[in-house]
């Protein structure tokens, strides 16, 4: 009698989970087209067809993986922000990142390696309260008063900023950090098909960043 029961309840569920499968699996596939048509051709990878902006954003990540190796996509992310800098595309560095606690502090950290690669402290900018995506294209509009701006991340990460930055009537292009082989950031590039579903969530709920704060000027 419980097996007939068990049969049942999964014959009256089962549709029910493969429907709402269906959508999620939809929404990630859509949403990722929608995002990858809007960005191609405002993204580059090499430092001769770029065009020049007064002020390149660093998005922020952690500089050590868990169990305290260095993260490649933090190295690559710096590398190809002070190439950017030194070839003279930007003029300014606006670092945005995470600084949820006393412990953990990206803009300072990754400003630290600026200057130790060559770059002059007072042509760098840091936004504190970069904890997300949206919240770093928003507060680059808002906040540093910025109409034009160099996304500088890996391609897929600087894909959805500039949709992002698009929506909040930010004019952004991208410059591709070094990406890592498929098989090392999996988990990484599944989480971001996640991340741009939530980009629509957030449209649709017109989320604004956790924090805004007085304007800063970046010259």
Known sequence: MIKHLYSGIRKRFLPILIFFAGIILLSLIVCNILINSFAEGKTYSNLTSIPKNKVGIILGTAKNIKGGGSNPYYEYRLKAIVSLFKAKKIEFILVSGD?????????????????????PADKIFLDYAGFRTLDSMVRAKEVF???????????????????????????????????????????????????????????????????????????
Do not use: C, M
Request: charge should be positive; avoid cysteine.
């Open 99 to 119: 600084n949820g606690s006393i412990y953990y502090n990206e803009p300072t950290t990754i400003k630290n390696d600026l200057v130790s690669s060559g770059v």
């Open 145 to 219: 008063g910025l109409d034009d701006v160099t996304v500088i991340s890996q391609k897929f990460h600087n894909e959805r900023a500039i949709y992002i930055a698009h929506k909040n009537e930010l004019n952004a292009i991208g410059f591709n950090a070094k990406d890592i082989s498929l098989e090392s950031g999996l988990k990484v590039q599944l989480r971001e098909y996640f991340a741009r579903v939530k980009v629509f969530i957030d449209l649709a709920l017109n989320t604004r960043p956790k924090f805004s704060g007085d304007k800063i000027k970046i010259e």
